[in-house]
């Protein structure tokens, strides 16, 4: 009678959750082998799919296909990837390491380029009219919702605000050598501490609440496992 | 059984109350010159007579060979390259056994043809040994070709060939670079036909070296070796005039002249025979020069020295070698209790011993003095270790130059006399007994003193034993070169007996001849200290220690070498050298060096013609010429470095279990508690009620999408949050999927995050019978990061024309009808970066017009992507496995799933996580305040 | 070399830009970020090739934890022969790579995690009680007791007043903040590597 393939699924999970969740009681070699394994398996899993999925449909299909129907008439568009996938490959080598540099200046300045655009146009300027436009409507509301959009919106542009005044490091040099950012700049940066410490509150919460539910369900897996095993409905 | 004692030089044995051999009538008593000891005067003019016959040819022609000595010269420029020099005897009675211990540096400087062995041994020791102990600035020394041309040839041998050579550090330069010319040609450093005055040597012996010879006495020391090892030293060839100049030399003998040195005057009536001279062709005369030192040594308080040439010209700029054998002659003076260095642990040892030696002549040997041989260099020790047959006994008069080997302890057996003890001869043969019997016996008796060691009686401490170990500790530290020079200053006159300073002397060779090379009172003892101000410490020290009456005189008129110049000390001894210019300076100043390495000298560093200092040296201040601006921004600097480096106190747990039993509490609550409500299936807690507004607005978007309308749904998760992403993602599909019908394109932007998918849709939505290519498409892995993302706005079935099972995916109907990003009716976006969310939304945001974006998110990106939904760049959001238990009870008819499972345990771990936030953080508040104040309270 | 990749980070820069501008340099933008995109697939495979050279050298070196680099070497290569073989998205490689090892370890981390966290929210106002700890901690039990939910529902106040409020208008405005200073980070870093004056490529 063949094992049923969940089986030996939930097998290997149930293994291997008891052997990571042993790092409770502390560092041990089963933790240290089940961590090796882990690492070896996840990235010979994405160079499997990094090649079937990538280098195999972009650039060895194309240059299989352009071989076989001999039509070269595109074949430069796959020249630059293949001089560039050698280039980078030789960062193998300690020797020809440097020629990688070609490759990666490539990938550099064009992810600059995308980067910038994208932090200008995505985020900068949508949050800046956002944080405007918050009081755009409140005007014909009712007063309690004047109020309360007003305040609401107050808070988040004292946040914007003073936050970025918090991240701002920027001071004079007094005459007696020691430096002090301009008063204003200061006090903003003393509020901007508020409100960062609200956020980083509100997102440490919430790595928490994802934290807990990866712990429940891997507890959750070893006790339906066992349920399995048991017969337990 | 009567002890017996070893003849150094023939090895014969003799009782120990013996003070000659009976064999070779070489001294057998310890005679050595100690350091700390001066010499004492000694009338050796009765000597005379019984000067070996080459001795006074030497001296006779020496009074001849004043022209052509500066002929010579021209040649003389040139590198050495001949075996011929000073230390030539000493290769020559290393042992065999003993050969691979000379350091290649002395091999060099012996001129012997090493065996490679040997050089590969011991390459560096010395050379290093020297730049340690010695600073840069202590060798001031001319470039080689100025100075070789008034050097003598063995010194020309010792000068480094290349031109750095005036260099500060170019005295351990030039050592090192005779190691490497030693590396190099097999020709020893010392070429007779490039010193100078070598060229003609084979015709006559300089008449300072004759002079010296004379002084040391004319008794004829036996040799025992076969032969000579000196075939070209010129300045040695006075009568060998057999070979030629530049002939090599056969470093397996002593040379005569320096057997004579060690040989003591008084008791060697052997007449060195041509065989046993080998390349010498012994005169029967002592040379002039050696007469004059010698009939200087009767007189030696009212003789005057003949001036040097090339005198000093500062003190401050006093090469250190000098120095220090100014420090050794006033310590000389001093008792030998006080030490007036303590580096000697530092010194090399050869030069160690020789220090030792220094001051035997006023100590006897002491147990202190033989402990040195423990630390005698192979090199040295081998020498010492030479037998009777080897050891070659100086023939000829020791010259100054021989000076720096005068060490007790190390030195070799060819240069001791010093009687050893059956018992010790291996290693005393090796590493203790080899000083010079030339020195030896000085101690001994000293009648038998040169005379040009024996400056003055009166001036000569006591020989006292006790006073041998101070001065082993002084030299300690010294280095090699200075060792060796050292007891020179043991040779020279006591500074305080020095009576005038400047006086004339007639401008006349013969009377330059015949002025003793050695006199005292050379030096005014009042600028002793200005001549050693910018000595090291540790011989500043020496000069510091209290002195015994007399401050010695400076140098006064100059101070330093001259770059093309010899050392003085060098030129003193070289009268004959002198070209009528010299002599006449030399008249006009014929100071008795009083103090220092110099004690005892005439007119060796005198004010002479042409070599008064022009200037003084600038002083250089050593103050930092800085601007209070930039003082100013130092002082910032150092207070930002000093905030960087300051170490951070790290508060230690103090109390370790209990962390650990917290850890333990924590963990073993979390784990009751999941287990529990996982094993029961508990449904006890309620789901939330209250649905946040971009729940809604994410709920009310997924019921707009038309039916069977194409969704592209970005995946990109991690697989650790698989658990949650799918708890709340499946709802919410759930939900679409029963309503809408939609055609889903997932695409994924991490490596994993396709198969994640695939898990997704082949697991979770199982029950919505979802089929790859036919209501769904994997397109698989999106790679490039922000890259991909945007090429894939902008043309979506370029960047990824394939699925994920590699069909080609814009031809397959979940894609059909849709080419550009704008044409999807929805974008969900499954993620659990804040960072990957905004990516999607940056890179979309003007091509996908009003596409609305979903972002299924894990409750640890929320909090980062609800600023975009509050832009309304982000129609709703659906946080964790809070929105998901939403989801699920609001909007998906109460069915139980995965959020619903899991709410029990995420409820009560939250409680959990109030108590021990809200508890534990106000007993940590409370403890860390009071550790506080206890901490401040220790502080104040 | 180093001019050459100057060159190359700031043309390749210049003309993705132009197609964010010019729609007539879009395609070169398409055909530029199709090459990017395969070559950064190639990057990540050299990171592949590196994780493996680097514990096969601890292997050969007889490293202390060689055991454990063959150990990973082996799961390398056998999920990487085995991926390539039968494919990443094959029933089996789903089954014993992802449902077998790799999500149960990653997320039993994950779950590690969530004991450490709560540890440390206990001992933070040991170290530190100033004013941001303490408003940190506050913040984080407040979001904790309104995510939770009693057995009749939501926590009063907390669950839908309190938390509402202080994720959406409270942790919003430091949220935007710190995006926006996030974006203009960006903005800076790409216009300095557009302009030469950052190299991250090598070549300083």
Redesign the interface.
Known sequence: MPIP??F??G????L??VL??S??IGDNPLF????????????????????????????F?PTATIIQTGNYSNAF?LF??WL??GF??M??SPRFA?A?????????????????????????N??????IN?FQGAIHKPTNELIEISF?GG??????????A??HFGAR?KPD?STKRFVLVDIFAWI??????????????????????????????L??FI?TLLGIP | MAEMIQCPVCGAENPSDQKVCQRCQSPLADASFQPGQSPVHKDTGELEAILPQWLRDARESAKETDESAEDSKVEAAKPAASGMDLLAGLQSQAGDEDDEEIPDWLASITGSAEPPKQKTEEPEVSGTHWVETGKTGDFPQSGPSAEEGEVPDWLAGLQSPQPGADEKDELTDWFRETNNEQESQPAPSFDASAAPSSAPASEETPDWLKQMAADAGEQPVSSTSEETPFGGSDWFDQGGQQEPAAEPFEPTDTPDWLKQMAADASTSEQEPSASDAGSFDMPSETPDWLSQMSARAGSMEEEKAPETAHPFEESAETPDWLKQMSADSNAAEEEQSSAPFDISADAPDWFNEMSGNTGAVEQEQTPASSDKSTETPDWLSGLGGVSSEEAAPFEESASAESEPFLSTDDLPSWLSSEPETPASKPEASKKVDSTPRWLQDEGEAKSNVPAWLSSDEKTAPSQDEDEAAPQDEISGDMPDWLKAAAPKSSIFDDPKNETDTAESQPQEDSSLRSAPAFSENAFSSDSSEDLFTEMPDWLSDAIDKPQSSVVPEPITGSDALAPDALPSWVEAMRPAEQNPIMAAANAADQTMESSGALAGLQGVLPSGVGFNPTSKPKAYSLKLNASNEQVKHASILEQVLAAETAPEMITSEKSLGASRTLRWVITSLLLIVTLATSFLNTQIFSTPVGVPRELGFAVAVEQAIPENAPVLVAVDYEAARAGEMEAAAAPFFDNMLLLKHPRLTFIASNEVGAILAERFITKTLVQRNYQSGVTYLNLGYLSGGQLGIRSFAQQPWNSIPRDIANQPAWELPPLQGVTSLDQFAAIILVTDSAESARTWVEQTQDVRGAVPIIVVSSAQATPMIQPYFDSGQVAGIVSGLYGGAILEKQYNNGLPGTARNYWDAYSIGMLLAVLFTFGGGLVSLGLGMRERSASREEEE | MRILTAIIAIAVGFLVLLGYFFPQAAPLQILLLDWAIILAGAAALVGFFNIAIVHLDKIGHRDRNAVYSAILVIGLFATFIFGIILKPQHPYMQAFALNGIIVPVEASLMGLLAVSLLYAAVRLLRRRADLMGIIFIVTAGIIFLGSATLPFGDVPFVGTLLRPWITQVWALGGARGILIGVALGTLTTGLRVLFGADRPYGGK
């Open positions: 393939i969940d030996i699924t097998a290997l999970g149930f291997f959750t990571i969740l790092y409770l240290k082998i089940a961590i090796y394994l882990f690492v070896g398996v996840a990235s010979g899993y994405a160079a499997a799919i990094i090649f079937w999925q990538v280098l195999y449909p972009k650039l299909l568009l630059v990837p560039g996938l980078i490959l960062k193998i440097g990688a540099r070609i490759t990666m200046a490539f990938l550099v300045g064009a992810g600059a380029a995308v980067t910038l655009v994208g932090a200008l146009s995505g985020t900068i949508p949050q800046v009219m956002a944080t918050f609401s808070v988040i542009l004292l946040g914007l605000v003073t936050s970025l918090y991240f040099q050598g901007g501490r508020i409100f960062i410490g609200i956020t980083l509150g509100v997102i440490f919460a919430g790595v928490y609440a994802a934290a807990l539910t990866a712990f429940i369900e891997r507890v959750s897996s006790v339906i349920k």
